[in-house]
């Protein structure tokens, strides 16, 4: 229910629906368009999961590529980069997508193909990560991702518009704390109230695209992107009242819940 409450926010908003069928993904899309290094934590085995077979990737734009590289090695656009060898080896390896960024990477890429014009783009699909299973953690669970990609955005374009967004789930207590983020600069985590846990959970992750993940793409100088990415267990979790995120997905969800709640319709026009 809460899945297509989302959706049909996004398209009230004016947003369009990012292609997500691909929940296996390369590392290149996933990590190093992106601008996260290879030797960032993130990308080790005990935090994805990489794939037996096929193990790499034999398909990617070469000009992109070694633009990605130069800038990971020398920098560019007022960046130093990261300034270690960048190996092809590395991008080319296969995995179960840890985020959807890595569409939302894919769909900037082709839009820098084309004259610009402004987008908005969502999605809300399935992410891997391989995580310890707690009260609010899975191995595998949705995301929730969302661009605006304009001239002239500001961090407080990206405030109003998560503020806009919650509002239509009736979470109106929202608060903001300064992040890192290797491809946003500045990063901002999202904060919003738990009545069951009595206390402030991170519902997600925010900020402005990096020069250095944009340029490279070919997306002209005046261009900036602001993004989010949320988990959408979470926020269901505050709005219904659920203290452990297994009760709501997994192999220990209460059967009995979906029965007595109501199905979901949407009209379509």
């Given at each position: 229910?809460?899945?297509?409450?989302?959706?049909?926010?996004?398209?009230?908003?004016?947003?369009?629906?990012?292609?997500?069928n691909?929940?296996?993904?390369?590392?290149f899309?996933?990590?190093?368009?992106?601008?996260?290094?290879?030797?960032?934590?993130?990308?080790?085995?005990?935090?994805?999961?990489?794939?037996?077979?096929?193990?790499?990737?034999?398909?990617?734009p070469?000009?992109?590529?070694?633009r990605?590289?130069?800038?990971?090695?020398?920098?560019?656009y007022?960046?130093r980069?990261?300034?270690?060898?960048?190996?092809?080896?590395?991008?080319?390896?296969?995995?179960?997508?840890?985020?959807?960024?890595?569409?939302s990477?894919r769909?900037?890429?082709q839009?820098?193909?084309?004259?610009?014009?402004p987008?908005?783009?969502f999605?809300?699909?399935?992410?891997f990560?391989?995580?310890?299973?707690?009260r609010?953690h899975?191995?595998?669970f949705h995301?929730?991702?969302?661009?605006?990609?304009?001239?002239g955005?500001?961090?407080?374009?990206?405030?109003?518009?998560l503020?806009?967004?919650?509002?239509?789930?009736?979470?109106?207590?929202?608060?903001?704390?300064?992040?890192?983020?290797?491809?946003?600069e500045?990063?901002?985590?999202?904060?919003?109230?738990h009545e069951?846990?009595?206390?402030w959970?991170e519902?997600?992750?925010?900020?402005?695209?990096?020069?250095?993940?944009?340029?490279?793409?070919?997306?002209?100088?005046?261009?900036?992107?602001?993004a989010?990415?949320?988990?959408?267990?979470?926020?269901?979790?505050?709005?219904?009242?659920?203290?452990?995120?297994?009760?709501?997905?997994?192999?220990?969800?209460d059967?009995?819940?979906?029965?007595?709640?109501s199905i979901?319709?949407?009209g379509?026009?």
């Amino acid at each position: 229910m809460v899945r297509a409450q989302l959706k049909q926010i996004f398209l009230c908003m004016g947003f369009e629906e990012m292609p997500t069928n691909n929940f296996v993904e390369s590392s290149f899309w996933n990590f190093d368009a992106l601008f996260q290094p290879q030797q960032h934590p993130a990308r080790d085995s005990h935090d994805t999961f990489f794939l037996d077979a096929p193990s790499t990737t034999k398909r990617l734009p070469e000009d992109y590529v070694e633009r990605v590289k130069q800038i990971h090695e020398t920098g560019g656009y007022e960046s130093r980069g990261y300034v270690y060898d960048w190996k092809r080896e590395e991008a080319n390896k296969n995995l179960l997508r840890t985020h959807t960024t890595a569409v939302s990477s894919r769909m900037l890429y082709q839009l820098a193909q084309k004259p610009f014009a402004p987008k908005k783009y969502f999605s809300i699909d399935r992410v891997f990560r391989n995580e310890a299973v707690d009260r609010t953690h899975l191995a595998e669970f949705h995301q929730i991702e969302g661009l605006v990609c304009d001239r002239g955005l500001t961090l407080c374009d990206l405030i109003g518009v998560l503020h806009d967004f919650f509002s239509h789930l009736g979470m109106t207590k929202l608060k903001f704390k300064p992040a890192y983020n290797p491809y946003t600069e500045p990063s901002m985590e999202i904060f919003s109230y738990h009545e069951g846990f009595k206390k402030w959970v991170e519902v997600g992750n925010s900020g402005m695209f990096r020069p250095e993940m944009l340029r490279p793409m070919g997306l002209p100088e005046d261009v900036q992107v602001i993004a989010w990415g949320l988990s959408l267990e979470r926020p269901t979790m505050i709005l219904y009242g659920i203290d452990n995120i297994r009760d709501l997905f997994g192999p220990k969800v209460d059967l009995g819940l979906i029965k007595k709640n109501s199905i979901c319709r949407l009209g379509i026009n």
